[in-house]
């Protein structure tokens, strides 16, 4: 293959944005990428619809061991810029909660809207192909593919987390990283369901499918959003938010009754409604089969006595209870099925500004790969965007 000015490493999001970009800008541009097509996790992004943005990016919306690496990129490329491109290739969007915009149609959208960009801007991108050995060599990079050698001025590293191996998510940028000195925060599954094992999952497996809304904190993150019971534990928005935050041995909270004061809607219920039993108070409240299900596993001793029996100290405990449900998951589902991967490259090592590496010149890395991380909800496409942007704009 001939010489080229960048190879980008990893055709996913932050890889294609990065190299239609450098590529309008006159440069010549490869894209390496190991699986056999490009933008797989784009296509099962947001449930088929991606995802693509949030209208309200804050860096404080990030995890990193640097909270504010991110400032930057994302100062220089917000929303409105990738709206802007949307718009201009007649993807049709809407808002669905909390700022979050999804395609009408699909996802395959947003992937083809970022190949006639690299088509445009003449970057060649090459499929099937991964890179079997990378050397920093004549002031430049050569690099040895299944295609054969390739050389470039400017490496970036676009490899993406660990989360869903079978999409082709791979090590290969945290090794490349490691190989050139540089330092990786400890990786683990973010935006994962949570899981439970023994008897708390026994007593919990028949509420599989049910979804109310909590508020789930760990230190302190909080997110007031829908939880999920599965068969495996729990999910949904709240639960996959908080995973990010949670490490097994960490206090996780859950409220039930997110926004009400639980002692005093008991107590209105003994005072309204004295003869009704502790299980038809919570229905008014709870779903009723998780009602039920608080009632047999946490509130035996109650069940089946008029409210008007139970005392203060009684109502006081099942409130606390309700407000602070004692439930300690005993791990996540891992990266078989999580959004994304906390941690990877060390942000001291690498410039906020163009995302290039301050221990080898003309390396750079974007995207997930670096230890930069979004909440739920658009934030990490926002990420790929505006650091893909960040680094094109540098080479
Ligand atoms: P990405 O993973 O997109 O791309 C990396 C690319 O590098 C892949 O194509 C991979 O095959 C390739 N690669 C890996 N190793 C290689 C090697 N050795 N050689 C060559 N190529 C290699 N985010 C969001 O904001 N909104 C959403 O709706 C969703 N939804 C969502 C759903 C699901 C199921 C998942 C798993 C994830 C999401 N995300 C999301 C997260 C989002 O997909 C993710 O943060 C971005 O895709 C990260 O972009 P990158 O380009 O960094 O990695």
Redesign the pocket.
């Given at each position: 293959m001939d010489d080229f000015d960048v190879v980008v490493?990893?055709?996913?999001?932050?890889?294609l944005f990065c190299a239609a970009t450098a590529g309008a800008r006159g440069l010549r541009v490869l894209v390496?990428?190991?699986?056999n097509k490009?933008?797989?996790?784009?296509l099962?992004?947001?449930g088929g619809r991606?995802?693509?943005t949030n209208l309200d990016v804050r860096p404080d919306r990030y995890l990193s061991a640097n909270p504010h690496f991110c400032k930057s990129a994302l100062a220089r490329y917000k929303p409105e810029a990738f709206i802007a491109l949307v718009d201009k290739h007649g993807i049709a969007w809407h808002e669905k909660e909390l700022g979050q915009l999804f395609c009408d149609d699909s996802s395959k959208l947003i992937v083809r809207m970022l190949l006639a960009e690299c088509e445009a801007a003449n970057v060649r991108i090459e499929t099937e192909t991964?890179?079997l050995r990378v050397q920093h060599r004549d002031g430049g990079f050569a690099l040895n593919t299944k295609l054969g050698p390739v050389r470039c001025a400017r490496l970036v590293v676009?490899?993406?987390?660990l989360?869903?191996p079978s999409?082709?998510?791979?090590g290969?940028?945290f090794d490349l990283a490691r190989q050139f000195g540089h330092r990786i925060k400890p990786t683990r599954a973010g935006l994962v369901p949570l899981t439970l094992s023994g008897k708390p999952l026994e007593a919990h497996q028949d509420l599989s499918g049910l979804s109310l809304a909590v508020e789930a904190s760990c230190g302190n993150a909080s997110f007031n959003n829908q939880m999920l019971f599965t068969h495996r534990g729990l999910s949904g928005p709240a639960m996959l938010q908080i995973s990010s935050y949670w490490e097994p041995g960490k206090p996780l909270r859950i409220d039930l009754l997110p926004g009400d004061d639980a002692l005093a809607l008991l107590q209105a219920e003994r005072r309204d409604r004295p003869n009704i039993e502790l299980r038809t108070a919570l229905t008014a409240h709870l779903p009723k089969r998780l009602a039920q299900k608080l009632v047999e596993t946490l509130f035996p001793a109650f069940d089946g006595k008029p409210l008007r029996q139970l005392r203060e100290a009684d109502l006081a405990q099942i409130a606390a209870q309700l407000s602070d449900w004692p439930i300690t998951p005993n791990g996540t589902e891992g990266y078989r099925t999580?959004?994304?991967t906390l941690g990877g490259v060390d942000t001291d090592e690498l410039s906020s500004s163009t995302m290039e590496s301050k221990l080898q010149p003309g390396l750079h890395f974007?995207?997930?790969?670096v230890d930069v991380t979004?909440w739920l909800?658009?934030?990490?496409?926002?990420w790929?965007w505006a650091s893909g942007k960040a680094a094109a704009q540098a080479l």
């Open positions: 490493i990893g055709g996913g999001a932050a890889g390496l990428e190991h699986a490009v933008g797989k996790k784009i099962m992004s947001g991606c995802n693509f991964p890179v676009a490899t993406g987390g989360s869903i999409m082709g998510a791979s290969f940028g999580a959004e994304v974007i995207g997930e790969v979004g909800g658009g934030y990490n496409f926002q790929a």
